[in-house]
């Protein structure tokens, strides 16, 4: 009797987060929700299939694209997806996946087709903005929405890499000489506007020439001045050990 019911019955199982799809004699019946359903036969043909409604993940790696400047790169990009609408995305529709990886694949070489290298490194959160907005209108057509769209990497051959870390080394060097020459300048001008205030006044002089004394007093036990405070830095200054 068990054997005889299977026999007569077509069984769907729908797992949790997922949705069937039924078709009695290749025609569309509607949708049912997860658990297990089952249906007579008697001379009718079932067939049924689950369509997974979570966020789904999809990696498109490898992708070999010359840039505008005919740079040679490898890029590896990830998207997250959502079927929204299963009748509408099995419809129309044979293979949601292949889909959806061809689309990808066309807005990568595109995105990355259309700018320089320079471009590319420098902003590639534009790669980003420019696949999501081809790929979210190409996937809303049959009822998925994309949810996240991004470039993993960016792979350079080694002769480039060599090149840029010049180029890299390069600017770090010519902006370590600027620092540089700016705080020298810095330095001068200080020296400039120090010397211009002891020219005008004759106190401010004194008192650096006993701060100069200060200093080298502090490294040595004992100095012997011969003259008066006006001659500390013209007369001869004897130090004895």
Not at 125 to 136: C, F, L, V
Not at 144 to 168: A, F, N, Q, R
Request: hydrophobic share 40%; aromatic share 4%.
């Amino acid at each position: 009797m068990k054997l005889l019911s299977r026999n007569c019955l077509h069984i769907c199982q729908v797992p949790a987060q997922h949705v069937g799809l039924v078709y009695i004699n290749q025609e569309f019946q509607g949708q049912r929700s997860p658990g297990v359903h089952a249906w007579w036969l008697f001379g009718r043909s079932f067939q049924t299939e689950t369509i997974d409604l979570r966020l789904q993940n999809m990696e498109v790696s490898g992708q070999d694209i010359l840039s505008k400047d005919k740079v040679p790169l490898r890029l590896n990009l990830t998207a997250g997806f959502r079927i929204q609408d299963p009748l509408r995305a099995k419809n129309g529709l044979s293979d949601i996946s292949g889909f959806l990886y061809k689309e990808l694949q066309f807005a990568l070489r595109g995105a990355v087709g259309e700018r320089n290298l320079d471009g590319l490194l420098e902003d590639k959160g534009a790669i980003d903005r420019s696949i999501s907005e081809y790929i979210r209108q190409k996937a809303a057509d049959y009822g998925i929405e994309v949810d996240s769209v991004g470039v993993k990497d960016i792979i350079l051959p080694g002769e480039i890499k060599t090149i840029l870390s010049k180029v890299v080394e390069a600017e770090k060097a010519a902006q370590a000489n600027v620092v540089r020459r700016r705080e020298e300048t810095a330095a001068t001008c200080s020296m400039l506007n120090t010397a211009k205030v002891m020219e005008d006044n004759p106190v401010a002089l004194r008192l650096k020439e006993l701060e100069v004394l200060e200093r080298i007093a502090e490294k040595i036990d004992r100095i012997q001045v011969n003259g008066s405070l006006d001659s500390i830095l013209t007369d001869l200054i004897r130090m004895n050990p």
